[in-house]
């Protein structure tokens, strides 16, 4: 199985920061690789597909990028609705797996 | 608009079996794949498994942990996705999410709650 490796685990920011989250493939996956965000209590809601493709609807602030093991989300000026828990998820291989999970507080 | 509705969800013993339903609106669900995926209460995500389109004659994929033991089936003319859940066990316990596979994964259910426990 291709382990998802997410860092860090969590981190505090203040709103307007830019904020960057990375992913790393244990083996390559390609472009194969998805963002989500989120929030207490809800389901997650997907940002990012095929490493830099926003979703219908997601602010422009968040982008994404890399290829082949080593991936990053970045949100450009954090706002307040952005504080939530972040996570990488690989579609290249079966069995899809999922990163560990960045939570995003307030400093 | 998109929308996935899951029900089925409960208290069950281990050893018992579970049938989770996932109704779409908004598409025509015979055109997608469709998967389920598991989050245990206060932890990460786990994809569990995986229904292909017509297309591509409805072949599926599951994770390790519950292939054998789970089964994931759809009804087209209804546009609803199923997990049959047998042998659970308290590592079942989870909210179980009903997902639309295209563009990765682009849309969710609100999930349903599975309970394994005595």
């Known amino acids: 199985d291709i382990q998802m490796t997410q860092s860090p685990s969590s981190l505090s920011a203040s709103i307007g920061d830019r904020v960057t989250i990375t992913c790393r493939a244990s083996?390559?996956?390609?472009?194969?690789l998805t963002w989500f965000q989120q929030k207490p209590g809800k389901a997650p809601k997907s940002l990012i597909y095929d490493t830099s493709s926003l979703q219908s609807g997601v602010p422009s602030r968040f982008s994404g990028s890399g290829s082949g093991t080593d991936f990053s989300l970045t949100i450009s000026s954090l706002q307040p609705e952005d504080f939530a828990t972040y996570y990488c998820q690989q579609y290249g291989s079966y069995p899809y797996t999922f990163g560990g999970g960045t939570k995003v507080e307030m400093k | 608009e998109v929308r996935l509705v899951e029900s089925g969800g409960g208290l069950v013993q281990p050893g018992g079996s579970l049938r989770l339903s996932c109704a779409g609106s908004g598409f025509t669900l015979s055109d997608y794949y469709m998967d389920w995926v598991r989050q245990a209460p206060g932890k990460g995500l786990e994809w569990v498994g995986r229904t292909r389109n017509k297309a591509n004659s409805y072949t599926t994929e599951y994770a390790a942990s519950v292939k054998g033991r789970f089964t994931v089936f759809r009804d087209d003319s209804k546009n609803s996705l199923y997990l049959q859940m047998n042998s659970l066990t308290t590592e079942d316990t989870a909210f179980y999410y009903c997902?639309?596979?295209?563009?990765?994964?682009?849309?969710w259910g609100l999930g349903t709650l599975v309970t394994v426990s005595s």
């Open positions: 997902v639309r596979g295209k563009n990765g994964f682009d849309s």
């Open positions: 083996q390559g996956i390609r472009n194969s």
